[in-house]
């Protein structure tokens, strides 16, 4: 004899994948229609001043400045645009309830709601990335410099670079208590993520070796974020003249370290996700 | 509680084995970098940038720092700043945030004495930035005549890129300039001077020696392809007033 309430069907993993579908398109189209042609306007903007203006300065390398103004501008409004769009789905899902109200009438489970909202903004990033990159390399054509195949490595890297700043921002709007907090904790992963590891082998191959600073600065390097993995958009020229070497190896452990941190981390958001009190 | 322990087991694994498995690159360069630019209003600037995992894009603008300061006259009454006359661009005075510390255990310091930590700190910051050491071994060597610091400058840059040629061929060239011997100086620069990455000014060095050694065609043809392609205004109308000079209109 069947038990009590086994009777109500248990949803199967294509139900649950439509609901978090459905949940990331909403996002996506929530947020499309801003912050994409914002971020594209000012990013050419940008670009096209410091492209045409500044680059004038860098007589003789003008190519390799463009270029990685580009890639610096791409990954900052990537950054900026994640980062204000997480804290305000959250903030507006966890202490205005106005969108959560209308996803729990029907059965949808708070952390399936959350990855519905993760995949929305991961496509968004997606897609402001590539509409950005397609500024930038109409650019690069214009000036008649060259596009090489590895600025799509490059491309790919920022993209899962942000990925993981994307899990850490949910992460972090989860549980900050203000926007002052999560920005500047967001930040400060980012900035470390980059830097832990540097001052790390910094420490390590110091001929008197700090032991304070190294006691407290490696257990800190094995729970942030290590972005100097992704170096590709550091290592261009030298990759290209064959100095460096970057094959898809170096990419796939990019793209798996990325998928494993930044899972963990989402999985992690959604968890503490489920947890919070809604309040409508 | 037991999802929050296997987050945290995931993360430091993944860190632990991407730490094993890829060391960081080059960090043994950055204290130089950072040692130059301390106390000068690149510094703060440097280490924000490479905060930001921008790296490249600080050596950039620390090498137009360079361009800058090389580009501006240090006294009044400097005209040619060396012996071939390299860089014909010299106006002004120095921008303030420029170091001013006078390289420890240097040869002759004339002007520009800020040049070879300026080069370092570049070096530091993006050790395959070719151009920029080009660029300033060349001023250091041909314009400034501190073959030391030029030599030692390369030799840095060739601890980490050593597959690269032309650092090799310039060291030659400044050999050669040691002993005057300006047909081989010029024999050693000629493949340097193909190279879309090699500054206007060797170029320049290298048609002012032709035509000083009386190989004409060699001059114009250097002096056509500045005029034609140099990035600088001064360097293409230094070349238009050569061939001018050498009877081509």
């Known amino acids: ?15 649950r994948l439509a609901r978090i579908l459905a949940v990331s398109k909403l996002t996506l189209l929530e947020e499309v229609r801003h912050k994409v042609l914002n971020a594209t306007f000012l990013f050419a903007g940008v670009l096209i001043y410091f492209g045409v203006v500044l680059s004038r300065l860098a007589l003789g390398f003008e190519e390799r400045f463009f270029r990685d103004i580009g890639f610096a501008f791409l990954e900052f409004f990537g950054l900026a645009i994640l980062l204000q769009s997480v804290y305000r789905i959250v903030e507006q899902d966890v202490h205005r ?7 729990f009438v029907r059965p949808i489970e708070r952390w399936e709601f959350l990855l519905g909202r993760y995949f929305g903004m991961a496509a968004l990033l997606w897609m402001s990335l590539g509409v950005m990159g397609g500024a930038w390399s109409g650019l690069v054509a214009m000036r008649g410099f060259v596009f090489e195949t590895l600025y799509l490595y490059v491309f790919l890297e920022i993209y899962l670079k942000l990925l993981i700043m994307l899990s850490t921002a949910f992460a972090l709007a989860t549980i900050a208590t203000s926007q002052a907090s999560y920005f500047i904790s967001a930040l400060l992963i980012y900035a470390s993520g980059h830097v832990a590891y540097l001052i790390r082998s910094l420490l390590e191959h110091q001929e008197r070796m700090d032991m304070t600073s190294l006691l407290l600065l490696k257990p800190l390097s094995y729970i942030l974020p290590n972005f100097s993995l992704f170096g590709a958009v ?11 070497r970057y094959d898809f190896y170096d990419f796939a452990c990019v793209l798996g370290y990325s998928l494993v941190y930044g899972g963990s981390l989402a999985l992690l958001a959604s968890w503490r996700f489920s947890r919070r009190e809604i309040l409508i | 509680m037991r999802l929050l322990i296997s987050v945290i087991v995931a993360i430091v694994a993944t860190n632990y084995l991407v730490a094993l498995y890829f060391p960081e690159r080059y960090p043994e360069k950055l204290p130089q970098a950072f040692a130059t630019s301390r106390g000068s209003a690149g510094g703060t600037r440097d280490l924000i940038l490479v905060g930001l995992g921008l790296r490249r894009l600080a050596s950039d603008i620390a090498m137009i720092d360079l361009l800058v300061y ?4 240090e006294h009044a009454g400097h005209e040619t700043g060396g012996r071939f006359a390299g860089d014909p661009s010299l ?3 120095a921008p303030p945030g420029v170091l001013r ?55 840095e840059a060739r601890l980490r890129d050593q597959k690269y040629w032309p650092y090799t061929l310039t060291l ?5 300039k040691k002993i005057n011997d300006f047909p081989e100086l010029v024999r050693s620069l000629e493949p340097l001077i193909e190279l879309p990455e090699c500054p206007s000014m060797l170029k320049n060095i290298s048609a002012n020696i032709y035509w000083k050694i009386g190989r004409r065609e060699d001059a114009l043809r250097i002096y056509r392809g500045l005029r034609d392609f140099a990035p600088e205004d001064d360097y293409r109308s230094n070349a238009r007033y050569k061939l001018e000079l050498l009877g081509e209109k």
């Open chain 1, 1 to 15: 004899m069947a038990a009590i309430g086994s009777s109500m069907p248990k949803p199967i993993m294509a139900d």
């Open chain 1, 97 to 103: 309830g106005s969108s959560v109200e209308m996803y």
């Open chain 1, 234 to 244: 550091n290592n261009l020229e030298s990759i290209l003249a064959g100095a460096v």
């Open chain 2, 70 to 73: 090389y580009g501006t006259h």
């Open chain 2, 91 to 93: 106006t002004g005075r």
């Open chain 2, 101 to 155: 510390r006078r390289a420890a255990g240097s040869e002759i310091l004339g002007s520009y004495i800020d040049l070879l930590p300026l080069a370092r700190r570049i070096l530091g910051l993006d050790p395959y930035f070719r151009y920029a050491t080009l660029y300033a071994a060349g001023a250091l060597a041909f314009n400034e005549d501190r073959t030391r610091q030029a030599v030692d400058l390369l030799n």
């Open chain 2, 172 to 176: 030659s060239s400044i050999a050669y």
